[in-house]
């Protein structure tokens, strides 16, 4: 079993910048964040996997930069350059599996979630 907390989420101006993080009590083999806006389905944002291997969803690439503290079990999306269609609710999922995608079905583990407000 794995918890997880987010933290950083907020307000910014588009064109801004901002940084969440997740603590995790455990060390699954993945981990990512996924982002539901109001009245949408959630969706994969990015993930990185044990051997530090990521990948992006198209929206975010070149903007957003995912990493791990290992030795802390923290999770880190780097976010800039953003914009009003970033605003919603950012989750960190993890799982344990020997690999992930960006497919939110596929996570076991969810935090509560940050907001997110671009505007």
């Known amino acids: 079993h794995v918890q997880l907390v987010e933290s950083g989420g907020g307000s910014v101006m588009a064109g801004g910048s901002l940084r969440l993080s997740c603590v995790a009590s455990?060390?699954?083999?993945?981990m990512g964040w996924f982002r539901q806006a109001p009245g949408k389905e959630r969706e994969g944002v990015a993930r990185?996997?044990?051997?530090?291997?990521?990948m992006y969803a198209d929206s975010v690439k070149d903007r957003f930069t995912i990493s791990k503290d290992v030795d802390k079990n923290i999770l880190y999306l780097e976010m800039s350059n953003l914009k009003s269609d970033d605003t919603g609710i950012y989750y960190c999922?993890?799982?344990?599996?020997?690999?992930?995608?960006?497919?939110?079905?596929?996570?076991?583990?969810w935090g509560q979630g940050t907001q997110v407000t671009v505007s």
């Open positions: 999922a993890a799982a344990y599996l020997k690999y992930c995608y960006l497919l939110p079905n596929t996570y076991g583990f």
């Open positions: 990185i996997n044990s051997d530090s291997s990521t």
């Open positions: 455990g060390t699954p083999n993945c």
